[in-house]
C-alpha cells in the first residue's frame, strides 16, 4: 500500500484524488490546495463524495512533514523549489506539469532534481496524455511493433473552446492577447511549455537512438478577423486565435522526430495548416510503417454524454496515467525517471470496481 499526497485539486487533480481514493493500492495522506476556499475541506468533499476523513492544506510544512511515499503533483503553475523540498523529503513525485524527461532540464534545475533525489532517496517522473502518454509511451511502445524508423511524427490538433481551465488558456497560452504578447520570446509560459515538447523530443532520441544533434522550436500564431465569443470567454479581433508549434529533432541535417501542436479557439480554421482529424495521429515511418489516430471521449456508446463531458475526459486520462505510475515509481531506483524506465501504466480496477464510492 503506497501512502499519496494529492498536490492541486483543479480538473487533472480532482480525478486523481478519486482515483487514489478508489485505488485499494494506495491511501491518500493529504491534499495540498491553493484556493482559501479549499482550505480544511474533507478529500471525499471535494470530489463531491461523503467525507474520508483527510483534510486538504494550504500550508507546505504541513505536507512536507506528512509521512507519504508519492506525491501526485498537478498545479496549474510549477516551483521547482517545492518539488525539490517535497524530493528531499524522502516522497517520490509524479507530475502532469512538467519534467517529462528530467535529464533534459537546464544543467542547474537538472542538477537541483538529482541532488534532492539523492538527499530523498526519491524519484520523479512527469506523465499526462501529452505529453505523456501521446509523445512517449504510445511511440515507445509502438516502435516494439517495428524493425527500423526512418521517422517519428505525432500531430496534436485541437479546438480550445471547450478546454476547462480558461486560466491556462487565456492567462498561461495568452489566446486572446495581441500577438507580440503570446511570441515565445515575450511569453515565458510559451517557452516553457514548448520545452516540455522538446523535453519528449530528447527522451524518445533517447530511447529510440536517433543520435539527434538538434532539437528546434517554431511558431506560427494566428489573430481573429473578427471578434469571437466562445465558452471560455472572448477573443477580439486581431487577437490571438490559433498557436501552431513544430518541434523537430534532427540527426544530421534530417528531422527524425517531429511533434506537431495545432491549436485554435473559435470557428475558423487556418487555410495554410495542416488537416490532421481532432485528436492525436501518430505516424512511425520505418521497415514497417505503422499509423494510430488517438481520441478521448466520455464515452462511445453513452448518448447522453455531453460535450462538456467529452473534452474533460482528457484531464481524466492525463489523472490516471499520473495515479497508475505511482506503483511503478514508488519501485524505481532513485533518480529522474520517465517511461524509458519505469512499466507502462495499467488500469488499477481494469474491469472490476473493488472500492469505488459513488458521487453524493
Ligand atoms: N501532461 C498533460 O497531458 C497535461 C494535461 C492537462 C493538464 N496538464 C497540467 O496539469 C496541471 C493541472 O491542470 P488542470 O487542468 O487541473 O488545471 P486547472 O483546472 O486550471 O487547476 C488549477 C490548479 O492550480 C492550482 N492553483 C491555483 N492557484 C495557483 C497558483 N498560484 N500556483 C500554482 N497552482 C495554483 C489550483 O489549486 P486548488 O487545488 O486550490 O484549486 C488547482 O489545483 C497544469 O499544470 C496543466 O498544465 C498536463
Redesign the pocket.
Given at each position: 500500500m503506497y501512502r499519496v499526497i494529492q498536490w492541486?485539486?483543479?480538473?487533472?487533480?480532482r480525478e486523481a484524488l478519486r482515483a487514489i481514493l478508489d485505488d485499494p493500492a494506495l491511501e491518500l495522506a493529504g491534499i495540498r490546495?491553493?484556493?482559501e476556499d479549499?482550505d480544511g475541506q474533507d478529500a471525499g468533499v471535494l470530489v463531491g463524495r461523503a467525507p474520508v476523513g483527510v483534510r486538504a492544506t494550504r500550508d507546505v510544512e504541513e505536507i512536507l512533514a506528512t509521512e507519504a511515499d508519492c506525491v501526485c503533483y498537478?498545479?496549474?503553475?510549477v516551483d521547482l523549489d517545492d518539488v525539490c523540498r517535497v524530493l528531499a523529503s524522502g516522497k517520490n513525485l509524479v507530475a502532469?506539469?512538467f519534467l517529462f524527461y528530467a535529464q533534459a532540464l537546464a544543467d542547474e534545475d537538472r542538477a537541483r532534481v538529482e541532488q534532492a533525489c539523492r538527499e530523498g532517496r526519491s524519484s520523479v517522473c512527469g506523465m499526462?496524455?501529452?505529453?505523456?502518454l501521446v509523445g512517449m509511451v504510445l511511440p515507445l511502445t509502438l516502435s516494439g511493433a517495428i524493425r527500423r524508423l526512418e521517422r517519428l511524427t505525432i500531430q496534436e490538433r485541437a479546438n480550445w473552446d471547450f478546454y476547462?481551465?480558461p486560466?491556462?488558456t487565456f492567462e498561461n497560452m495568452r489566446f486572446g492577447r495581441p500577438p507580440q504578447e503570446a511570441t515565445l520570446e515575450a511569453n515565458p509560459f510559451a517557452r516553457f511549455n514548448s520545452d516540455l515538447f522538446q523535453q519528449q523530443i530528447h527522451l524518445l532520441g533517447a530511447g529510440l537512438d536517433a543520435n539527434l544533434d538538434e532539437v528546434s522550436a517554431e511558431q506560427t500564431l494566428v489573430t481573429a478577423p473578427a471578434d469571437i465569443e466562445v465558452a471560455a470567454g472572448r477573443i477580439a479581433a486581431g487577437t490571438v486565435c490559433g498557436q501552431r508549434y513544430r518541434w523537430r529533432g534532427q540527426a544530421a541535417g534530417r528531422t527524425r522526430i517531429e511533434i506537431e501542436a495545432l491549436w485554435t479557439l473559435g470557428p475558423d480554421y487556418p487555410e495554410a495548416w495542416p488537416r490532421p482529424r481532432d485528436g492525436w495521429t501518430i505516424t512511425l515511418e520505418g521497415d514497417p510503417s505503422l499509423r494510430t489516430h488517438l481520441i478521448t471521449l466520455a464515452s462511445f456508446e453513452r448518448r447522453d454524454a455531453t460535450i462538456e463531458e467529452h473534452v474533460h475526459s482528457a484531464?481524466v486520462v492525463?489523472a490516471m496515467q499520473a495515479v497508475h505510475a505511482i506503483p511503478s515509481l514508488c519501485a524505481a531506483p532513485a533518480g529522474l525517471r520517465s517511461p524509458l524506465d519505469l512499466e507502462a501504466p495499467r488500469s488499477a480496477q481494469g474491469f472490476g470496481a473493488s472500492r469505488v464510492t459513488p458521487n453524493v
Open positions: 492541486g485539486t483543479g480538473n487533472v487533480g490546495v491553493y484556493g479549499k498537478m498545479p496549474r503553475n502532469t506539469p499526462g496524455i501529452h505529453p505523456g476547462d481551465s486560466r491556462i484531464d492525463t
